[in-house]
């Protein structure tokens, strides 16, 4: 029996949180330095309200710290926690993932959609 399948609920509940869809672009941008709300807006093409979930979740889990300055205006930092450095080599085993199959990925999409979006049915004959 797999480790996977005996995890106690807890495991289940963390591997659920993550990642959304903008979580790994996130990470990969705090990597090297802390960054403000409109730098990591600006550098990841991300909208204002998807953002600002992406960052509240990141945060709620630990991943993120965010400092505010009271300053005019306003000033929030963002950085990652020790936890956050951890996921991130999550997203780089991810991105040499996408790197090494990138092109499977798309000829089998190409093969998906050529059927519109039907998948080829194959018949196996029996032995």
Do not use: C
Request: aromatic content about 8%; proline content about 4%; overall charge positive.
């Amino acid at each position: 029996m797999s480790s996977f399948t005996t995890s106690s609920k807890h495991h289940f509940e963390v591997l659920t949180v993550k990642p959304g869809k903008w979580t790994l672009t996130v990470i990969t941008l705090l990597r090297a330095e802390t960054l403000r709300f409109n730098e990591l807006k600006r550098a990841g093409g991300i909208s204002q309200k998807t953002l600002t979930t992406t960052l509240r979740d990141l945060e709620r889990d630990g991943f993120v710290t965010r400092t505010m300055f009271a300053t005019i205006p306003p000033r929030v930092d963002y950085e990652l926690t020790a936890l956050g450095r951890e996921l991130l080599r999550l997203a780089d085993v991810l991105r040499e993932f996408a790197d090494r199959n990138g092109a499977l990925v798309l000829a089998a999409r190409e093969r998906f959609d050529a059927h519109g979006g039907e998948p080829p049915i194959r018949l196996l004959q029996a032995s």
